[in-house]
T-cell receptor
């Protein structure tokens, strides 16, 4: 079945550093790919998505490109801020058409001033 | 901006008791979901619901679990006889379409089974 593997955390960066959080997936068919973010004490919020190969999702300075050849959807940001401190989840839709999301284990990002 | 709401935010119950977790999805959405996250683990899919019936459920979603959309606005998850291992954060989500559409998540209900 479909699955997602995310890099282990926590990731600790200084403000204005470059961020990469790796995400690779295994899937049958053509899943949609998502990055969700969870700020402390809150629910999951969509950060960005890509629905087909070579699509680039972007939002709030974050970007990720749907790479079918490497089955990856790495999250990047050029300059992180303290307010980006959160848990980031990579996810994809399952092989059914029900919208079921399969999540990676989450990566905690801590940005220090 | 419309949002998904969940009540209660925290529920404490004794093992063997029934609990009902409540969600109000975004009003024009058609697809509804429950997920759970055991502390320190990944978010896991429980069930999806469309057109007043379950469209998919996971292995976790056994006979102890049920879902209902009783009145066209609420979406509930019932656990008939709670176990210690049911302790988790439960998230409700909704979307307009399946597959490519954004799922909007509620803030979660933390269930503690003693």
């Amino acid at each position: 079945g479909n699955s997602v593997t995310q890099m282990e955390g926590p990731v600790t960066l200084s403000e204005e550093a470059f961020l990469t959080i790796n995400c690779t997936y295994t899937a049958t068919g053509y899943p949609s790919l998502f990055w969700y973010v969870q700020y402390p004490g809150e629910g999951l919020q969509l950060l960005l998505k890509a629905t087909k190969a070579d699509d680039k999702g972007s939002n709030k300075g974050f970007e990720a490109t749907y790479r079918k050849e490497t089955t990856s959807f790495h999250l990047e940001k050029g300059s992180v801020q303290v307010s980006d401190s959160a848990v980031y989840f990579c996810a994809l839709t399952g092989s059914s058409n029900t919208g079921k999301l399969i999540f990676g284990q989450g990566t905690t990002l801590q940005v220090k001033p | 901006e419309p949002e998904v709401t969940q009540t209660p935010s925290h529920q404490v119950t004794q093992m063997g008791q029934e609990v009902i977790l409540r969600c109000v999805p975004i009003s024009n959405h058609l697809y509804f979901y429950w997920y759970r996250q055991i502390l320190g683990q990944k978010v896991e899919f429980l069930v999806s619901f469309y057109n007043n019936e379950i469209s998919e459920k996971s292995e976790i979603f056994d006979d102890q679990f049920s879902v209902e959309r009783p009145d066209g606005s609420n979406f509930t998850l019932k656990i008939r006889s709670t176990k210690l291992e049911d302790s988790a954060m439960y998230f409700c989500a909704s979307s307009w379409l399946a597959v490519t559409d954004t799922q909007y998540f509620g803030p979660g209900t933390r269930l503690t089974v003693l």
